[in-house]
């Protein structure tokens, strides 16, 4: 026997996976650091969770505020851009500066925004935040630099937009209410520029006292107290009238001359009960006045009798109003026209709503040519001019979430005759009627002149079973095809347990753009799809598959080892109890009889799996199609399942356990305690009526008939790698397993049909499935496919073959690479319609020699990616030597896990629990980057789990609660080519990012111009009505008022926080006094110096009249020293 030194063994572990520097070397990487920069693109969809609206009637421009502080601007269809504040606080209230490029946004953390919309992707230039008070409302009269700020005291705060600094001038609650009032107005509601006086400011407080404050005298003119708290207020445009409403349901028109009492109150949709009395009505929230042009001149004759025609009334547009008591009430929009009250009954909650005017000017004629309706989950727009209030058809992809999103399916770089064929059987045969035929009214802002040369394409599945296909392309998002899984299934009778959960929810969608074959899986049924342009009338075959998987713990009776044994039941094996037939029961049903099939994707086979004995199945889990193959491979936490598409029959149904053999590298324990078969009954195989209806064999399939399959109820045969039955192995486990390893279930979680070499001996690929489980097994089932002629008649043979990978974690992808590192794509068949011959690609593609392969391993011609949650490995095939290694992550794991190509090279990238986006080259697994991307904390949306009840164990429970949720979160998210990526940052919103650097860069050309340089129109001259009955617009000089002149604000009421732009003009700011103060210190520094010098020739000059003076007097000493007194 030769014997081997430590460093030999040493040698030969250290060489068994080459440095990455050595790995570079024989595998080119193009890709670096430099190709990589984490960007969010666009977001499409409806504004999660509303708050606020806003209208530039001369830019066209729409603006949603939201919740979470979200600020979407939308223009003419196509132009639509999304910012955020920071800290995400709800958008109270949005002001456009009209035609100037900029809006204001009052947020609920008492901050005032102001943003730029000049350029392509607005930024906040100021920001003030009020310390001392709260604010509630904002108003910015046309063409004025002054806002108004009212807040939760009551007071009305003064702010210059320009600069961002509060003026002095302020008014106070205390000053707006009358003397003898004792008790407090509460907070400001509504601020009102009066339309024709900009002189007089209108201030609504919510206990109902509406002050007309005279800005100049700084009084209050009139006042006027309602009976019921305020609500809104809206002036008419003569400036001589106004029209509130309350929370009783009133609606009180005021005027100006006329203090004490309302002119008129009403009540909309109140009515009177038997009893006499008036029937309580809900709150009306906001109420909008709109003159048009004859009704004003209306409203100003003096002639008593005189009315114009009802078309020439004002229009009243209110919110809310509607009766309590009466059932069955929905959320609408009423709009009163003369005589004609009409109610628009809405799907949802009404958020807020703004009529279309083509006029920025209040005190002019109005003229509304439609109302925007901002709802709860929707946006409408309803056409006035057109009879009946039609509304317009939405141009924006909002319909997003009309069912719930369960899952995310991402296509970049598509063929590119998907999408038209796509769009030609969907959308453009879709006739919709009861929309206006007017246009669009949104139309502002401008296309980006960029785009992208390859389509791409997103699929959502839905909680409903619908499935809806997406033209994403570029910046674009666009509804191409619907398709509703509700056509061949039909729901059974919901349990009496409460379960709410909807059973045709769409889990996962696969789609083989090459052949346009779609798979549909839900949490019991799996339906295969083939792509045709023609309409069809047909049965849809069904198979009944249970998949189980049980292992029951022996009591009674011990093995020699001395460990329990273990009862192992396969999914052929379903007994119930005393050897009866098992019950099965469909949590779904396929319809029967024949079904019309419209242009599109026609279902082709339909597979349930029943429930047994009263437990449900478990959640498929992985879903994989192959026309090539012509297979189908789908899940779940019990077993796979094969399904040949072809002749529409069950070639493989194996528990998990079953595809290790006799490999099984770990300990199955009891999953629950169930009543047990006899003895006698567990040991013996299982007849043709024990194993009722589990699947199709070829043979039986061939003898029921392509149109009509349906296994329930019949004696099957089952398929050759279902004859090794396993009901008489024992566990005999070694007892150093780990108590991890003691496990009760091992879902099948990743799927992958390749080509590739089974086994170490294999010196040339064929069809196998690689299987990856969530224990972090991979598996290869091999598939011996007949020839091309006999596959509609002889069966394809399945198997497993017994090789095992094993990494940390569960698995997340496989892939393959040839010997250049490019990725081997999966075989597809090309699409043809109807019985056109169709072609396939090389099933076994030939694998070429490569150098550096060979000598990395041996000779091999194909690289493995091997990607869990935890770890990352490369390897050599067919020998099976690891090439690359690497720990993903220690301390969290990996939500999702994509091979994508970019730049013609292909690299990993994963995104991690902790929020973290990572990439990684391949084959080298070396990093590329790393950056804080999105926190797991902000999918949470998508979860309904509770919190953790025992605090002992809130760490290791959270860590449950996440890795749980992470499933469902994670068929949200999807990375594809060219580093493009999606996910559900809301429920009814989907957020597009990029990795790649380069698209970065051409981003700017694709998005659209939300602002257009325009005039602003021109204000109408004054008519001669107006001049005669005292109309006509007063302007006020409002920097003479609340300039300089007024003084100063208080430092304590509000602080002002700059922006970006801002903080680059104080960082300028900064640099130029600095420069300042350097040359000011210099030149000190420089006259200091000459002082000194003058200072030194004063001192030696000094010095030198000291010596001159002590010589002086030395002499003198010297002449007087010997002489007496009288000498002198």
């Known amino acids: 026997m030769k014997k081997f030194s430590f460093k030999e063994m040493l040698d030969g572990l250290l060489g068994s996976t080459p440095a990455p520097a050595q790995l570079q070397q024989q595998f080119p990487e193009k890709l670096n650091v430099k190709d990589f920069q984490a960007m969010n693109i666009v977001r499409h969809g409806f504004p999660h969770q509303p708050t606020a609206l806003a209208f530039d009637p001369v830019q066209k421009l729409l603006a949603i505020g939201t919740k979470t502080g979200s600020l979407r601007l939308l223009g003419r269809p196509g132009v639509d851009i999304h910012v955020r504040h920071d800290g995400d606080p709800a958008v109270l209230q949005i002001a456009f500066l009209v035609n100037e490029g900029a809006l204001v946004t009052a ?18 230039v100021h920001t003030l935040k009020f310390q001392r008070e709260r604010t509630t409302c904002i108003s910015l009269p046309l063409q004025s630099k002054w806002l108004y700020v009212g807040t939760e005291k009551g007071n009305v705060h003064i702010v210059n937009i320009e600069s961002f600094v509060v003026s002095g001038y302020i008014i106070n609650w205390n000053k707006a209410i009358e ?32 002050v007309l404050w005279d800005l100049r005298t700084k009084a209050a003119d009139v006042r006027w107290q309602s009976a019921e708290p305020l609500r809104s207020v809206c002036w008419l445009s003569d400036g001589k009238q106004f029209m509130s409403s309350h929370a009783d349901g009133s609606l009180c028109t005021w005027s100006v001359k006329t203090p004490q009492r309302p002119v008129a109150t009403q009540f909309p949709h109140a009515k009177t009960r038997e009893n006499g009395q008036q029937e309580p009505c809900k709150a009306i929230q906001k109420v909008s006045w709109l003159s048009t042009r004859a009704g004003l001149l209306a409203s100003l004759s003096p002639l008593a009798g005189w009315r114009e025609e009802e078309e020439s009334e004002p229009y009243v547009i209110f919110t809310g109003g509607l009766g309590h008591d009466t059932a069955g009430r929905t959320p609408s929009v009423t709009v009163m026209h003369g005589r004609t009250t009409t109610v628009l009954e809405m799907e949802h909650n009404v958020v807020d709503f703004i009529a279309l005017v083509d006029t920025p000017y209040p005190s002019e004629f109005q003229d509304p040519y439609g109302i925007v309706v ?51 059987v969907g959308t453009a045969k879709q006739n919709r009627t009861g929309f206006s035929e007017k246009e669009w009214p949104i139309t502002g802002g401008t296309w980006g002149t960029g785009g992208n040369s390859y389509p791409e394409v997103v699929i959502t599945g839905h909680a409903d079973g619908s499935v809806k296909f997406w033209d994403a392309t570029a910046v674009s998002f666009q509804v191409l095809y619907k398709l509703k899984v509700s056509r061949v299934l039909e729901r059974q009778r919901r349990s009496q347990d409460g379960d709410t959960e909807d059973q045709l929810a769409v889990q996962q969608v696969v789609l083989c753009p090459e052949s346009r074959q779609l798979a549909v899986a839900g949490a019991s049924y799996v339906i295969h799809f083939r792509f045709s342009r023609n309409e069809k009338n047909a049965e849809v075959p069904c198979l009944e598959i249970p998949i189980v998987y ?124 169930k009543q047990r078969a006899e003895e006698a009954d567990l040991g013996r195989s299982p007849d043709s009526e024990q194993i009722n209806g589990l699947c199709l064999s070829p043979t039986a399939g061939k003898q029921g008939g392509v ?197 013609d090279s292909v690299c990993l990238v994963c995104y991690l629990a902790n929020g973290r986006l990572n990439s990684y080259s391949l084959p080298s697994l070396r990093p590329l980057m790393e950056v804080e991307f999105l926190p797991l904390s902000d999918l949470s949306f998508q ?163 000291a010596d001159n003076f002590s010589s002086t007097a030395h002499q003198l000493m010297m002449r007087y020293k010997d002489k007496k007194w009288y000498q002198l």
């Open 179 to 210: 003397l003898s009032r004792k008790n407090h107005p509460g907070p400001v509601t509504c601020l009102v520029d009066n339309p024709v006086d900009s002189n007089k400011l209108l201030i609504g407080f919510e206990t109902g006292l509406l």
């Open 550 to 673: 049980e292992t029951y713990g022996d009591s009674d009776r011990d093995p020699p080892s001395g460990d329990p044994a273990v009862t192992v039941r396969p999914a052929d094996t379903i007994a119930g109890v005393n050897g009866k037939k098992a019950e099965l029961s469909l949590p779904v049903r396929c319809r029967s009889g024949p079904i019309r099939r419209p242009p599109g994707f026609h279902p082709e086979l339909v597979c349930i799996t029943p429930a047994v004995n009263g437990e449900p199945p478990g959640v498929i889990s992985s879903v994989a199609v192959n026309s090539a193959y012509g297979l189908l491979a789908y899940g779940n936490e019990s077993g796979l399942v094969i399904v040949d598409t072809v002749q529409r029959t069950c070639l493989l149904n194996l528990g998990t356990p079953d595809l290790y053999g006799p490999a099984d590298p770990y300990q199955r324990a009891p999953r629950s305690p």
């Open 943 to 1105: 979860t309904t789990k509770s919190a953790i009840a025992d605090p002992m164990l809130a760490i290791w429970g959270q860590q449950m609660f996440v890795n749980e949720d992470a499933t469902q979160m994670a068929r949200t998210f999807c990375i594809s080519n060219h580093g493009h990526g999606l996910y559900l940052c809301s429920p009814s919103e989907i957020q597009k990012f990029t990795i790649s650097s380069e698209f970065c860069t051409q981003l700017q050309d694709m998005v659209g111009e939300l602002f257009l340089a325009c005039d602003m129109p021109e204000l109408p001259q004054q008519g001669f009505l107006k001049g005669l009955f005292g109309g006509g617009v007063r302007s006020l000089d409002r920097e003479e008022l609340f300039g300089e002149t007024s003084g100063k604000a208080s430092r304590s009421v509000a602080k002002l926080l700059t922006g970006p732009t801002a903080q680059a003009e104080q960082l300028q700011a900064r640099v130029s006094s600095t420069g300042g103060d350097v040359g000011r210190a210099r030149q000190a520094m420089i006259e200091r110096g000459q002082k000194l010098s003058k200072l030194e020739d004063r001192t030696e000059q000094l010095m030198a009249d």
């Open 374 to 424: 901002l709802l709860q989950n929707d946006l409408v727009v309803v056409d006035l001019t057109s009879p009946g209030y039609p509304c317009f058809e939405n141009p924006y992809p909002m319909d997003l979430h009309g069912s719930t999103v369960t899952s995310c399916t991402y296509l970049a770089d598509c063929p590119g005759d998907l999408v038209p064929a796509l769009y030609s």
């Open 707 to 903: 149109g009509s399959v349906s296994p329930r109820g019949r004696d099957v045969q089952r398929s050759r790698s279902q004859e090794r039955l396993d009901t008489q192995q024992t566990a005999s486990r070694s007892s150093s397993l780990s108590s991890l390893e003691n496990i009760s279930s091992e879902a099948i979680v990743c799927l992958q049909f390749a080509d590739t070499f089974v086994n170490k001996s294999e010196s040339s690929t064929c069809p196998c499935l690689l299987v990856g489980t969530s224990l972090g097994s991979t598996l290869i089932v091999q598939v011996a496919l007949p020839r091309s002629a006999d596959r509609a008649t002889q069966a394809v043979s399945v198997a497993p073959t017994g090789s095992i990978f094993r990494l940390n974690g569960a698995m997340q992808c496989i892939a393959l690479l040839d010997c250049s590192g490019a990725r081997i794509p999966a075989a597809a068949e090309t699409w043809r319609d109807g019985n056109k011959e169709r072609t396939r690609t090389p099933s076994r593609p030939t694998v070429s020699s490569c150098g550096s392969l060979s000598e990395a391993g041996g000779g091999d011609g194909q690289l493995l990616v091997l990607v869990s949650d935890k770890q990352a490995r490369v390897l050599a095939t067919p020998s099976h030597s690891c090439l690359c290694k690497l720990q993903i992550t220690e301390t969290s794991f990996v939500v999702r896990a994509e091979i994508i190509s970019l730049k």
């Open 107 to 124: 947020c609920t953390d008492d901050t005032l925004n102001m943003w730029n919309i000049r350029q392509k992707i607005p930024e906040v």
